[in-house]
């Protein structure tokens, strides 16, 4: 028992030195991963550090005897706290990267991350309640018994194991800061620059449908269509068949179902395509289920696919009450229904954000300047919000003008970009602050600009805080 214990301990102890200074090579991606969890914003900076502080701290508080077994018990905790956010979002349809050894392995969630966890956990249960064991690392090591050669060579190459771990570590953690600092200097040149994006067009691709028909995409894709790829054990793909087939009835846009085997139930089989090697999902970048993309009349790709009922649900429900519209002839793309602008930009927490990284969620981008007196008015307003947000509220994420200080000292606590320029707001058709507009989670523009204080409050779902004009 002794040994399978010091022994749990010495893998536990390799993995979490593997994943804290791997995390704490990668802030931003930490912070990123955070959100996506939808950990609420005023912790995100701060677990950002205190994860791999704690993680490190419980690797090494597990080798001496008198601190192992509380280290194990911290660890378990850990694992079950990143187990309970693993299953909630797998349960919400989200497939996020789990960061969790920073970008050395960073994989989308899945039943292979709840597997992993289980089993360090069992390793973490195992010291924590099989009994105290008295003797540290190097006190056992010394009573190992000579005469039994195989323990003796499994200790050792535990060792050699933990050991080369921690050297790969560290040469990788020496390694990514100098990228790093690269990186940061290629950024900063270009933090502020607006990527608008173009619409690539659609893989080209050939399939069956459940009668044995065989269907092209040049066929297919004649009109705006939404794509929507499904399993038939995908429970959440079960939940939203309902409602896919409802939506089959109304021709604009079209929605065509891609399945990874046959679909049960009275479902029309000539509209369903079978894709049973994943080819056809491979070509649109779609790693889980269900996921979604719209196809616009022209054969071109609109927006990024998306992830889950609810963004599933809502990408049909913005594609079908809005017109697709290509981008203009400036290349800003900020029509009602187009693709929304991407960006790229810095955050007064130093990290960078990206639009795309918000997938999956309505956001509400408020253009802003702490200097501005229309902003300054509403800012009660606004935090009477962040305290007390409506039920179904969208993601506030303000696009401001003005130092970090500034934006700093207003005591916000919805995520804050620096755009001194004021590019972005450009692209998106704005001229002064306030102002917002609405994206929906597939990417999309879903709302006319917001001009001043009470059109950006009712945006945000509420007309209990509106502001009087300021002059």
């Known amino acids: 028992m002794a040994t399978l214990q010091m022994t749990s301990r010495l893998i536990l102890c390799a993995v979490f030195v593997a994943a804290a200074f791997a995390k704490l090579t990668d802030?931003?991606?930490?912070?990123?991963?955070?959100?996506?969890?939808?950990?609420?914003?005023?912790?995100?900076?701060?677990?950002?550090?205190?994860?791999?502080?704690?993680?490190?701290?419980?690797?090494?508080?597990?080798?001496?005897?008198?601190?192992?077994?509380?280290?194990?018990?911290?660890?378990?905790?850990?694992?079950?706290?990143?187990?309970?956010?693993?299953?909630?979002?797998?349960?919400?349809?989200?497939?996020?990267?789990?960061?969790?050894?920073?970008?050395?392995?960073?994989?989308?969630?899945?039943?292979?991350?709840?597997?992993?966890?289980?089993?360090?956990?069992?390793?973490?249960?195992?010291?924590?309640?099989?009994?105290?064991?008295?003797?540290?690392?190097?006190?056992?090591?010394?009573?190992?018994?000579?005469?039994?050669?195989?323990?003796?060579?499994?200790?050792?190459?535990?060792?050699?194991?933990?050991?080369?771990?921690?050297?790969?570590?560290?040469?990788?953690?020496?390694q990514q800061a100098r990228l790093l600092l690269r990186l940061d200097a290629l950024e900063d040149s270009h933090s502020n620059v607006v990527t608008v994006p173009t619409r690539p067009p659609a893989p080209k691709f050939e399939a069956i449908d459940m009668m044995g028909t065989a269907i092209s995409s040049t066929s297919l894709l004649q009109n705006n269509t939404i794509l929507v790829f499904v399993d038939p054990d995908c429970r959440p793909c079960q939940a939203l068949?309902?409602?896919?087939?409802?939506?089959?009835?109304?021709?604009?846009?079209?929605?065509?179902?891609?399945?990874?085997g046959r679909l049960q139930g009275e479902i029309d089989p000539s509209r369903v395509l079978l894709d049973t090697d994943r080819q056809i999902a491979a070509r649109f970048g779609i790693r889980t289920t269900p996921a979604a993309v719209l196809i616009d009349e022209t054969g071109r790709v609109v927006g990024q696919p998306v992830a889950g009922p609810h963004a599933i649900r809502q990408l049909i429900t913005n594609a079908t009450r809005a017109a697709i519209y290509p981008t203009n002839s400036d290349g800003h793309a900020f029509t009602l229904g187009a693709s929304a602008p991407l960006f790229r930009l810095?955050?007064?927490?130093?990290?960078?954000?990206?639009?795309?990284?918000?997938?999956?969620?309505?956001?509400?981008?408020?253009?802003?300047?702490?200097?501005?007196?229309?902003?300054?008015?509403?800012?009660?307003?606004?935090?009477?919000?962040?305290?007390?947000?409506?039920?179904?509220?969208?993601?506030?994420?303000?696009?401001?003008?003005?130092?970090?200080?500034?934006n700093a000292a207003q005591g916000l606590r919805s995520y804050i970009l620096l755009d001194s320029a004021f590019e972005t707001g450009r692209a998106f058709g704005a001229s002064g602050t306030p102002s917002a507009v609405l994206i929906s989670p597939a990417g999309d523009v879903a709302s006319e600009l917001a001009v001043g204080a009470n059109a950006v409050l009712k945006l945000l779902g509420t007309r209990s805080l509106l502001v009087e004009d300021p002059t």
């Open 27 to 174: 802030l931003d991606g930490s912070r990123q991963a955070l959100r996506n969890f939808r950990v609420r914003r005023p912790m995100v900076g701060p677990l950002a550090v205190a994860v791999p502080v704690i993680e490190l701290s419980v690797a090494v508080l597990l080798i001496p005897s008198a601190t192992a077994w509380w280290a194990a018990s911290v660890a378990l905790g850990l694992l079950l706290a990143f187990t309970a956010l693993i299953a909630a979002s797998i349960m919400r349809g989200q497939r996020v990267d789990c960061h969790c050894f920073g970008r050395v392995s960073s994989r989308p969630i899945g039943p292979r991350s709840l597997v992993r966890n289980a089993g360090l956990g069992a390793l973490a249960a195992l010291v924590a309640f099989g009994g105290r064991v008295k003797p540290g690392v190097t006190d056992w090591l010394v009573q190992i018994d000579s005469a039994n050669p195989a323990l003796t060579a499994l200790v050792l190459l535990s060792l050699v194991v933990v050991s080369g771990l921690t050297w790969l570590v560290i040469q990788l953690w020496r």
């Open 241 to 260: 068949l309902p409602d896919l087939l409802r939506s089959q009835e109304s021709t604009h846009p079209a929605i065509a179902l891609i399945s990874h």
């Open 346 to 406: 810095p955050g007064i927490d130093g990290s960078k954000v990206e639009l795309n990284a918000y997938l999956g969620q309505q956001v509400v981008l408020l253009f802003w300047n702490p200097h501005c007196s229309y902003c300054r008015a509403m800012i009660g307003a606004l935090r009477a919000w962040e305290s007390d947000p409506p039920k179904d509220a969208p993601t506030l994420l303000m696009i401001a003008a003005g130092s970090r200080d500034d």
